[in-house]
């Protein structure tokens, strides 16, 4: 395959990343994609590079609305507001003076305060299916454990985390392309959540509590916070971010460690390995499989100019994979050492929620090793994952055994 034919949005891509990704970063590891009409980055030193250039602005998913039919625009002005004020899709001044307010409540504090409640949650995910002697993972564990710790975070009532599960499951539906249908279930579930987010938000008005809507309400009086619209917009964020990354992170983490005997058997042995297995499995394969950027002003990456305003597509798990920076790249290795991998972004846009997502994982992994010694896949052919172009795909079934 030469760089000219890349397929970006082959269907049967899925198994075959990789070996693409390799292609990719010793043919044409700065390719201008005819398909995306944008750049695509595949090696690790590239990547990095442009995550803390701060000459970068982050791509707006309004843009992408704004490439809708003039006549089909209009119906979607409620998402495209709402997208609009989300921190991680604002200019860089405006994402950091969201970022300064959110870092008083995401504070190694919070996060190990946290820790109590997302053993409990997890434990009360595992009694339930204990009995049966099997899980499905994905609707078992990694869907609920998120939205139920992100339920504590919002101050929304544990009964209506299903609520929470339901919305981001249908928000993602705006980052898999143009179908006007799913974009329609996207903004429903947009509106459904602003408005019950409203009324949460009058009652921490009424009566403050230790979660970040009273946070964000501090933020509405002091400035950090432009207004109660954007404050809503970002309660969305927070879910559809915190609850999207470590459903994945779980998933994806259960792969990596059933499908690799030896490392399971030494993680049971040495449980302290289990903050680096975290790392590694973001390294390995991390939740967010790619980042757009557009460059302010031309740049040259690998021997190539590219034109101000152009789209960059940065490849996350082709740079977590670059033999340059990871020996043996392919191996999954829970004692690696000096994993830098880029799972949680890189510079001013780097997660902020990233030491939640860790612990909960942690917390996840060590209540499944502790509890069921013969955890195992049920079947490799029962594993789904759902493709979601250009190079994406998420894990829809995983069936264990205990």
Same mark, same amino acid.
């Given at each position: 395959m030469n760089s000219a034919e890349y397929d970006l949005f082959d269907s049967s891509l899925e198994g075959k990343r990789l070996p693409l990704?390799?292609?990719?970063?010793?043919?044409?590891? /700065?390719? +201008? %994609?005819?398909?995306?009409?944008?750049?695509? &980055?595949?090696r690790y030193q590239d990547v990095a590079t442009v995550l803390r250039d701060?000459? *970068?602005?982050?791509?707006? *998913?309004? =843009?992408? +609305?704004? !490439?809708?039919?003039?006549?089909?625009?209009?119906?979607?002005?409620?998402? #495209?507001? %709402? !997208?609009?004020?989300?921190?991680? #899709?604002?200019?860089?001044?405006? #994402? &950091?003076?969201l970022q300064r307010l959110l870092k008083r409540y995401f504070t190694p504090q919070m996060v190990e305060s946290m820790r109590p409640k997302a053993e409990k949650l997890t434990n009360q995910l595992l009694d339930a299916v204990a009995p049966q002697g099997e899980m499905e993972t994905m609707a078992d564990l990694a869907y609920p454990l998120p939205a139920r710790v992100i339920a504590e975070l919002l101050g929304v009532p544990q009964e209506d985390s299903k609520l929470l599960q339901h919305w981001s499951k249908e928000i993602a539906f705006v980052f898999q392309g143009f179908d006007l249908d799913n974009l329609r279930r996207s903004q429903k579930a947009? &509106?459904? *959540?602003?408005?019950?987010?409203?009324? =949460? /938000?009058?009652? #921490?008005? !009424?009566?403050?509590?230790q979660d970040i809507i009273s946070v964000m309400i501090a933020g509405l009086e002091d400035g950090s916070v432009a207004s109660e619209e954007e404050l809503l917009a970002n309660c969305i964020l927070l879910l559809f971010a915190g609850h999207e990354t470590t459903q994945h992170l779980i998933a994806n983490g259960m792969l990596a460690i059933l499908r690799n005997p030896s490392q399971l058997a030494l993680l049971r042995e040495q449980p302290e390995l289990m903050p680096n297995a975290i790392e590694e499995i973001m390294r390995f394969d991390g939740p967010t499989q790619m980042t757009v950027r557009i460059n302010n002003e031309p740049i040259t990456l690998g021997g190539k100019e590219i034109p101000a305003r152009s789209m960059l597509f940065l490849i996350n798990n082709a740079a977590n994979h670059d033999p340059e920076v990871f020996p043996d790249p392919e191996r999954f290795d829970i004692r690696r050492k000096d994993i830098r991998h880029l799972g949680f972004g890189h510079g001013a846009f780097y997660c902020m929620g990233s030491a939640l997502a860790r612990m909960e994982a942690q917390v996840c992994f060590d209540a499944l090793l502790r509890r069921f010694p013969n955890l195992r896949l049920k079947s490799e052919d029962l594993v789904k994952h759902e493709l979601s172009p250009p190079l994406s795909r998420v894990p829809v079934s995983i069936p264990v055994l205990f």
């Open positions: 990704y390799k292609r990719m970063r010793a043919e044409n590891p /700065v390719y +201008l %994609s005819p398909q995306l009409m944008g750049f695509v &980055l595949t701060p000459r *970068m602005s982050v791509a707006e *998913m309004t =843009i992408f +609305l704004d !490439l809708l039919p003039s006549d089909a625009r209009g119906e979607f002005d409620p998402l #495209h507001k %709402s !997208l609009s004020m989300w921190m991680g #899709h604002k200019r860089v001044e405006d #994402h &950091l003076r947009v &509106l459904e *959540m602003t408005e019950y987010m409203r009324n =949460i /938000v009058k009652e #921490h008005r !009424l009566v403050p509590r």
